[in-house]
């Protein structure tokens, strides 16, 4: 069982930044692929990057290619999104999840593919 709990989300404006965190209990967190997805009112969660358990392989969707940098410390069971040049369209839940692999260098991109989740922090980007 692996417990997910993001943190960072808050209100800023159209064009600041902001960090995401999101810490893993277990011990190992190494065996996990890890990703951001999100979720706004009325839409589906989708995948905004994803990074492998090890290898840093990393994905990222086409929106956020050049503002956002998903990263992760294995040593203190942490992954991180930096994101940059914030766009209101961007407001929404984002949440963490985490999937059980066994090949290291694989990672996620589809919801159903996870399998734990946290239970997500708001971003609410203004213009």
């Known amino acids: 069982q692996v417990q997910l709990v993001e943190s960072g989300g808050g209100l800023v404006q159209a064009g600041d930044s902001l960090r995401l965190s999101c810490a893993a209990s277990?011990?190992?967190?190494?065996?996990?692929?890890m990703g951001w997805f999100r979720q706004a009112p009325g839409k589906e969660r989708d995948i905004v990057a994803a990074?492998?358990?090890?290898?840093?392989?990393?994905y990222y969707t086409d929106s956020v290619k050049g503002r956002f940098t998903i990263s992760r410390d294995n040593s203190k069971n942490t992954m991180y999104r930096q994101m940059n040049s914030l766009k209101p369209e961007d407001t929404a839940v984002y949440y963490c999840a985490a999937a059980s692999v066994l090949i290291g260098s694989r990672y996620y991109t589809r919801a159903d593919d996870m399998d734990y989740w946290g239970k997500g922090t708001l971003v609410t980007v203004s213009s």
């Open positions: 277990g011990r190992t967190f190494r065996s996990y692929a």
């Open positions: 990074i492998s358990g090890i290898g840093g392989r990393t």
